[in-house]
């Protein structure tokens, strides 16, 4: 159980950042994990290992760790993403389907096409979204609660049994998430997670940044590169 909540961890930083949608879609979109704004077709990321303390990136020193790629449909929303490893081989994928509204599952499967787990969104309320994940199976592995704080999705709650983890999310200003701590139902810190933006294109979506774990002694840092088609 431990190893599937520090699993989970490093997942949600993907998984759930927020940004302000724009008006016209509002209504019309998912909230947006991907922090991006505008009517995106498809995301290009590509994640490197990096040195953070370093002052000067070099680009023929960075080491690709895996390749995101992801596709919306017409309306903005998520619709399919493909995990690709450092040798462009497929470790993963995820499709998803939409039913009334915005609510929507998610099916998750491994390199091999294999279902491995699906999710259900349910958009409770405009401040509350519940995501629930479960095995092929139907058992149900672990629900999140997102809530809106302060006009923004800043509160995602982990409940896993009799395990709560409540992630708080700090952002520097309207748009972009600086930093991100973890703690558990004990007030211990699990997880510091900083981000550097570093390049935006015309539409305001970033499309490089550093970021680093100060609470994983492993992580000296990561480079993610973004290539976005409108």
Same mark, same amino acid.
């Given at each position: 159980?431990?190893?599937?909540?520090? /699993? #989970?961890? #490093? %997942?949600?930083? #993907?998984?759930?950042?927020?940004?302000?949608?724009?008006?016209?879609?509002?209504?019309?979109?998912?909230?947006?994990?991907?922090? #991006? @704004?505008?009517?995106?077709?498809? =995301? *290009?990321?590509? !994640?490197? *290992?990096?040195?953070?303390?370093?002052?000067? !990136?070099?680009?023929?020193?960075?080491?690709?760790?895996?390749?995101?790629?992801?596709?919306?449909?017409?309306?903005?929303?998520?619709?399919?993403? %493909? /995990? =690709?490893?450092?040798?462009?081989?497929? @470790?993963? &994928? *995820?499709? @998803?389907?939409?039913? *009334?509204?915005?609510?929507?599952?998610?099916?998750?499967?491994?390199?091999?096409?294999?279902?491995?787990?699906? &999710?259900?969104?349910?958009?409770?309320?405009? &401040? =509350?979204?519940?995501?629930?994940?479960?095995?092929?199976?139907?058992?149900?592995?672990?629900?999140?609660?997102?809530?809106?704080? $302060?006009?923004?999705?800043?509160?995602? /709650?982990?409940?896993?049994?009799?395990? !709560?983890?409540?992630?708080?999310?700090?952002? @520097?200003?309207?748009?972009?998430?600086?930093?991100?701590?973890?703690?558990?139902?004990?007030?211990? /810190?699990?997880?510091?997670?900083?981000?550097?933006?570093?390049?935006?294109?015309?539409?305001?979506?970033?499309?490089?940044?550093?970021?680093?774990?100060?609470?994983?002694?492993?992580?000296?840092?990561? =480079?993610?590169?973004?290539?976005? $088609?409108?």
């Amino acid at each position: 159980m431990k190893k599937l909540l520090v /699993t #989970l961890l #490093l %997942i949600l930083p #993907l998984s759930c950042t927020f940004v302000k949608q724009q008006d016209q879609a509002k209504d019309a979109r998912e909230w947006n994990r991907f922090e #991006l @704004t505008g009517i995106v077709k498809t =995301l *290009k990321q590509k !994640i490197y *290992k990096v040195n953070f303390s370093s002052n000067v !990136i070099k680009e023929d020193e960075l080491n690709l760790l895996n390749t995101l790629i992801v596709s919306f449909d017409s309306i903005g929303r998520y619709a399919k993403s %493909i /995990t =690709l490893n450092a040798e462009n081989n497929r @470790t993963s &994928s *995820k499709t @998803t389907k939409y039913a *009334k509204g915005k609510n929507y599952e998610s099916f998750h499967y491994s390199k091999y096409n294999v279902l491995r787990n699906k &999710s259900k969104i349910t958009y409770v309320s405009d &401040s =509350l979204i519940l995501e629930e994940s479960f095995a092929p199976n139907n058992e149900l592995l672990f629900s999140i609660r997102v809530e809106k704080q $302060n006009d923004r999705f800043s509160k995602v /709650t982990l409940v896993n049994g009799d395990k !709560i983890d409540t992630h708080f999310y700090y952002y @520097t200003d309207d748009k972009f998430i600086d930093n991100k701590v973890a703690i558990n139902k004990n007030k211990d /810190t699990i997880s510091s997670i900083k981000y550097k933006y570093l390049a935006f294109d015309k539409n305001g979506n970033w499309t490089k940044r550093l970021s680093k774990n100060s609470f994983n002694k492993n992580d000296i840092g990561k =480079l993610e590169v973004r290539e976005i $088609n409108y």
